[in-house]
């Protein structure tokens, strides 16, 4: 996937992204260790920095960048089931409902579509309500129910986007 400027939001500035910087790791993890569902889930800023810099093969890792301010952070795994799969979809507060995370999914299934997948692919903890919502009012059906997953006691629903 090739990171690029994408479509200016309505009330914000012009959105970006760029290759996940070294110096965004640590300030990006404690940020999302402080919010919902990284903090419900326990999720530490020390785990999610290590998160951040793990080199995995197929793993590509964005800055969401809001004019030069940094808005948020996408990491995407291809391939994965005919598709890509979202592993991580996050905008940091005061940068939501503002439509950049609706913005980063069309790139991301703009994307699939030119690399000929399938499928998109996101996974949200059950409790985050909003995610689901987002996800559904973003064209994605649930697809499975995942106790257990990524920590015990919560359940994740997998979630999966038919590209057409």
């Known amino acids: 996937m ?3 400027a994408l479509p200016p939001t309505a009330d914000l500035g012009t959105l970006h992204l760029r290759p996940l910087a070294p110096d965004a790791h640590r300030r990006l993890a404690e ?23 793990a080199e995995e093969p ?6 969401i960048v809001v004019d030069s301010t940094l808005a948020g952070v996408l990491s995407v795994r291809l ?13 940091l507060p005061g940068f939501q409902r503002h439509g950049i995370g609706t913005a980063v999914l069309s ?9 000929g997948a399938r ?9 985050n309500k909003d995610a689901l919502h987002f996800y ?24 999966r986007k038919t590209l057409t």
Request: with cysteine; hydrophobic share 45%; charged share 15%.
């Open 2 to 4: 090739t990171p690029s």
């Open 31 to 53: 940020a999302l260790a402080a919010i919902p569902p990284w903090s419900t889930l326990g999720s530490s800023a020390d785990a999610l920095t290590q998160n951040l810099q």
């Open 58 to 63: 197929g793993t590509q890792r964005y800055a």
């Open 79 to 91: 391939p994965w089931l005919k598709g890509p799969y979202i592993e991580l979809l996050a905008i």
């Open 107 to 115: 790139f991301v299934e703009a994307e699939a579509k030119r690399l």
């Open 119 to 127: 499928n998109v692919w996101v996974c949200g903890s059950q409790f």
């Open 136 to 159: 559904k009012r973003n064209g994605f059906c649930e697809v499975a129910s995942l106790p257990d997953l990524v920590t015990d006691g919560f359940a994740e629903t997998l979630l």
